[in-house]
Structure formats: C-alpha cells, structure tokens
C-alpha cells in the first residue's frame, strides 16, 4: 500500500523561527521525493525536490533517509509568507506515475 | 515561465449531468495527469495519460471518469452523471517524462454539484 504520513500541524512559530517538518513513506520502492506548498484553495506549488545527499535552497533545507523512508524540511529564519501548507510528495516508479501526497503540514507564522 | 492552464475556474452542475473540465498542459510535457482534492483532504491520483492512452489510474477513476486528448494541445476530464460526491477541486498537471523531474499543477476547477 503506498502511504505518505506527516503531522498535520499545526505549527505556530513567530516570524524569525526555525521549523522542522518530518514525512514517512510506506513504500520501499519510491524512487522521487519533493516537498510542495499550497496555500488555502491554491494549487501545490514544488518548494523542492528532495536528493539522497540531502539539499538546500535559501532558507530551506531537505532530507532523505531510504533506510528509515523518512524525509524531512526545515525552514530556518520563518517569514510571514511562509504561512502555507506543505505537502510531502513521493513518486513510486519510472516516469509517468502518480505522485502520492501526504495530507500536508499547516504552518502559521506570525509576528 | 510556462504554465498549466484549466478552465473554468469554477463550474457549479446539478447532480446528474455531465461536466468536461478543461486543461492545457505546458507545451513540451509528455505525461499528463488529472488529480482531486475533495475539501480539507489530501490530494488524490486520478489518472495519467502518455502518447494518447491512459498509462495508470487508480481506484476513482471509474466507469464515470474518461479523458481525451482531442487536439495538440487540451487535455480534458469529463465526468459523467456527476454525484455530489464529486465536489471537490480538480488538478491537471503534466511532466515532461522524467521521473526526477517534478510534475507543474494548474490553478484547478472547483467542481460544485448541487
């Protein structure tokens, strides 16, 4: 069965926070990993792909464990606009297939 | 920078009929996909489509559900005798055919049947 878990939050940080996010995944064969955000009856938006040496962009950084089929994000320094929900994202195969979504994690940042 | 396109934006049907929702996946993108998203809910696979047919569906995507690449460039979701159950926001994505590569959404359809 293909399962994406993570806690559904929600977080509340004041602005200037930092903010770990963990996601688990269920299948052992999953080859793609991404963290998207969506805000409030918006469609996803890719935040960031996900690779087995871990990776950083600005303030966020991602990582993977394959043995412990864990991911995770963290947001460093928070801004208010990072308020959003962010959805953890696994891709089980070769290209064409469905992309498993976690329910998401909601973050409230506030000043 | 290119993007995935749907219309309507909203779409409010009586339960019952038929509605056809509308997508124009970015240009150069092989694989394309429909998804839902039922109110407070995670986002759900319905369909893939590669080279005109259907390459994977899941468990939804009924008897009720066809899609159809009618020209170069749409792509579409036509729901047959809608429910209310099928309220929810719908999402056309597309890939260009890399699995590491992520898929780009579209804006969505609120699909709302009365």
């Known amino acids: 069965r293909k399962e994406v878990e993570q806690d559904p939050g929600p977080f509340n940080v004041p602005e200037g926070a930092t903010v770990a996010f963990n996601c688990t995944y269920s299948?052992?064969?999953?080859?793609?990993f991404f963290w998207y955000r969506q805000d409030c009856r918006k469609e996803p938006k890719l935040l960031m792909s996900?690779?087995?040496s871990g990776n950083e962009d600005g303030r966020f950084t991602a990582q993977l464990n394959r043995a412990s089929q864990y991911i995770s994000l963290l947001i460093r320094d928070s801004k208010l606009s990072d308020s959003a929900t962010y959805l953890c994202?696994?891709?089980?195969?070769?290209?064409?297939?469905?992309?498993?979504f976690g329910k998401g994690t909601t973050l409230s940042v506030s000043s | 920078e290119p993007e995935v396109t749907q219309t309507p934006s909203h779409q409010v049907t009586q339960m019952g009929q038929e509605v056809i929702l509308r997508c124009v996946p970015i240009?150069?993108?092989?694989?394309f996909y429909w998804y839902r998203q039922i109110l407070g809910q995670k986002v759900e696979f319905l369909v893939s489509?590669?080279?005109?047919?259907?390459?994977?569906k899941s468990e939804i995507f009924d008897d009720q559900f066809s899609v159809e690449r009618p020209d170069g460039s749409n792509f579409t979701l036509k729901i047959r005798s809608t429910k209310l159950e099928d309220s929810a926001m719908y999402f056309c994505?597309?890939?260009?055919?890399?699995?590491?590569?992520?898929?780009?959404f579209g804006d969505g359809t609120r699909l709302s049947i009365l």
């Open positions: 994202v696994v891709n089980y195969a070769q290209a064409g297939t469905a992309l498993i």
């Open positions: 299948n052992s064969a999953s080859q793609s």
């Open positions: 996900v690779y087995s």
């Open positions: 240009s150069n993108h092989l694989y």
């Open positions: 489509f590669y080279n005109n047919e259907i390459s994977e």
């Open positions: 994505a597309s890939n260009p055919g890399n699995s590491n590569q992520p898929q780009h």
